[in-house]
């Protein structure tokens, strides 16, 4: 079983920064791709930033250039720097992994982690 636990949400004031961590319970390695996504409340969960094995990064338009996802593979972790924060990145900030298991996609979730953008 994947567990996947993300820390470092708050509460910061529109143009600071937060980073966000997410620590895997396997070698990220293995993984196709890992990623985060938010749920702002009344919305659909969407795409903030994936990686994919092999490096290739891709972010949702209304981040790009202030937010970047990074792993650490030593310690199997994936962290996303939030730059520039504005009100509207106000969500419920999830880790996720895709594992393919017999050529079945296997998506994990963590249990997410609050990001409150206010003066």
């Known amino acids: 079983q994947v567990q996947l636990v993300e820390s470092g949400g708050g509460l910061v004031q529109p143009g600071g920064s937060l980073r966000l961590s997410c620590t895997a319970s396997i070698n990220i390695f293995s993984a196709y791709s890992m990623g985060w996504y938010r749920q702002a409340p009344g919305k659909q969960r969407e795409l903030v930033a994936i990686?994919?094995?092999?490096?290739?990064?891709n972010y949702a338009d209304s981040v790009k250039g202030r937010f970047t996802i990074s792993t650490d593979n030593t310690k199997n972790m994936v962290y996303l720097q939030m730059n520039s924060l504005k009100p509207e990145d106000t969500a419920v900030y999830y880790c996720?992994?895709?594992?393919?298991?017999?050529?079945?996609?296997?998506?994990?979730w963590g249990q997410g982690t609050q990001v409150t953008v206010s003066s």
């Open positions: 996720n992994a895709v594992r393919y298991l017999i050529g079945i996609a296997n998506n994990y």
């Open positions: 990686i994919i094995s092999g490096g290739s990064t």
